[in-house]
C-alpha cells in the first residue's frame, strides 16, 4: 500500500516554541491531505484540510493562524503548531488521498507532542 | 450528542470466540462506511470498507443498515493479534472522514 511519512514522530518543547510537523507521500502524489488531532481515549478530530497549491481549510474551532498549514507540493503538506502550549499537546496525524484512483486515504505514523 | 458513537468497551474476547460490536452515526448524508483499526499509540490502519449489501474479510464480517443508521462489525475465531482499537469511520463526501472515539477489544489467552 501506499506510505506516507511524519516527521518528527516525537517532540517535546517549551512552552511558547513553535514546532513544525511534515507530512509526506512517499509513493503517491497526494493533492489532498488531511491534519488530524487526537487527545487521549478520544476520536481522531479532522483540523483541517490541505490542498496543494492553495490555502488550507479549517474546522471550526480550529484556529488557523495557531496551526499553520503549508501545502507546497504534491508529496509535502506541513503544520506548524505556533506559541504551543501545553493544552496543545496531543497525537496529530496527517492523511493523504491520492490525486487518482480511488481517493484512498493513507494515514502517516503520527506525531507525538508535547509541551511542558 | 458525538456524530459517530462507539461502546468504548473494553470487549474482553477469549481467544477463538467471536466478538461483535457497533456503531450508530448521525449524518443521513453520509456516504461511504469503514471500520479502522488503531493499535496503541499509533496511527489507524483501514481494516475494510462497509457495504451496504454486507460484507466479509476472512474472520471479519461487516453490516451497514442505513435506515437505523448503524455499522457493525463481528471477528470470528478471535486471535491474540486482534486485541486493538476499532473505529468506525464515516466518509462524508470530499474525503472528510468523521471518526467513532473507538471499541477497544482484547483478546486473552
Known amino acids: 500500500g501506499a506510505v506516507v511519512s511524519q516527521h518528527p514522530s516525537r517532540v517535546i518543547c517549551k512552552s511558547g516554541t513553535s514546532v513544525k510537523i511534515e507530512c509526506r507521500s512517499l509513493?503517491?502524489?497526494?493533492?489532498?491531505m488531511f491534519w488530524y488531532r487526537q487527545f487521549p481515549k478520544q476520536s481522531l478530530m479532522l483540523m483541517a484540510t490541505s490542498n496543494e497549491g492553495s490555502k488550507a481549510t479549517y474546522e471550526q474551532g480550529v484556529e488557523k493562524d495557531k496551526f499553520l498549514i503549508n501545502h507546497a507540493s504534491l508529496t509535502l503538506s506541513t503544520l506548524t503548531v505556533t506559541s504551543a502550549h501545553p493544552e496543545d499537546s496531543s497525537f496529530y496525524i496527517c492523511?493523504?488521498?491520492?490525486?487518482?484512483?480511488?481517493?484512498?486515504?493513507?494515514f502517516g505514523p503520527g506525531t507525538r507532542l508535547t509541551v511542558l | 450528542r458525538k456524530e459517530v458513537e462507539q461502546d468504548p468497551g473494553p470487549f474482553n474476547v477469549p481467544e477463538g470466540a467471536t466478538v461483535a460490536f457497533n456503531c450508530t452515526y448521525s449524518?443521513?448524508?453520509?456516504?461511504?462506511f469503514f471500520w479502522y483499526r488503531q493499535d496503541c499509540r499509533k496511527e489507524p490502519k483501514l481494516l475494510m470498507s462497509?457495504?451496504?449489501s454486507g460484507n466479509e474479510d476472512g474472520r471479519f464480517t461487516a453490516q451497514l443498515n442505513r435506515a437505523s443508521q448503524y455499522i457493525s462489525l463481528l471477528i470470528r475465531d478471535s486471535k491474540l493479534s486482534d486485541s486493538a482499537t476499532y473505529l468506525c469511520?464515516?466518509?462524508?463526501?470530499?474525503?472528510?472522514?468523521?471518526f467513532g472515539a473507538g471499541t477497544q477489544v482484547v483478546v486473552t489467552p
Open positions: 449524518n443521513s448524508a453520509s456516504q461511504s
Open positions: 469511520v464515516v466518509n462524508l463526501g470530499w474525503g472528510k472522514l468523521q
Open positions: 462497509v457495504y451496504s
Open positions: 509513493d503517491f502524489q497526494a493533492t489532498t
Open positions: 492523511s493523504a488521498r491520492e490525486a487518482r484512483g480511488e481517493y484512498t486515504q493513507y
